[in-house]
């Protein structure tokens, strides 16, 4: 049986030590976005959600909220994973951020 996280319980925090976002569900890690830092880009190399937690959009919450944070901070991105590379692509409000 999965999980039926609720918004509310739904936070992603950005966790450099380990080069990756993080999001989590009901305090429990339910996938990240590794990336490299080039400068003043950040290069999106790896999303994954963990298999408990898949089919719930979490995917698609930790990107957008990524990407928001990188905006926040003057930041860019350059999308290598595929699945970012989708994301960008499906949502221009983005496109200012890759470089």
Known sequence: MGTTAT????VVTDSPQQSR?????????AGIEQYEVDG??????HTEIY?????????RTL???ALDDLRRRGLRVRPVCPYVVRF???HPEYQDLVA
């Open 7 to 10: 918004p509310e319980s739904i």
């Open 21 to 29: 976002y993080e999001i989590h569900a009901d305090d429990e890690l």
């Open 40 to 45: 003043d880009v950040h290069v999106f190399v």
């Open 51 to 59: 298999p408990q937690y898949e089919g719930l959009g979490l995917a």
């Open 63 to 65: 990107v957008g909220a």
């Open 88 to 90: 960008v692509s499906k």
